[in-house]
């Protein structure tokens, strides 16, 4: 949040959707915990539960990255010309989430690695502009 320049009430909300699926965690953790060694449909759905949970959370969070994109309200913003390009990499783990809520149904197991996949990706991921604003953070060397 160190790039944040100013904070208003629609930010404050966003903050607090996205804290509200982030104490849903561990009721989702615990649930597919307890059913997914059962298999069945108690395990599908434990795992729907919790892609639903990730859904949310996902949704938080691209709306406080949307909220950010807008001018004067970060120190470093994403320049324009990247913005669709940041949308798509921050927002596209929202829309496999949801796909694999619905997979969830079929086969909760490979829901579960789908949901371990999207992890793995934003593990790695890179938002556009982010390498050349760390870039320019560095100290001088020299």
């Known amino acids: ?63 406080m990255f949307e909220w950010s994109l807008r001018e004067g309200r970060t120190h470093a913003s994403v320049p324009r010309d990247q913005w669709w390009a940041a949308r798509r990499r921050f927002t596209s783990g929202g829309l496999v989430y949801l796909l694999a809520t619905g997979v969830a149904f079929i086969s909760a197991p490979v829901a579960f690695a789908i949901t371990g996949a999207v992890a793995l990706y934003y593990v790695f991921e890179r938002t556009p502009g982010s390498r050349a604003r760390a870039g320019s953070q560095r100290p001088d060397s020299g």
């Open 1 to 63: 949040m160190s790039n944040v320049k100013t904070v208003d009430r629609m930010l404050l909300f966003l903050n607090l959707v996205l804290l509200l699926f982030v104490v849903m965690v561990p009721f989702g953790t615990g649930t597919l915990a307890d059913y997914l060694a059962h298999g069945g449909f108690d395990a599908r759905l434990a795992v729907a539960v919790y892609c639903l949970v990730l859904v949310g959370m996902s949704a938080g969070f691209s709306a």
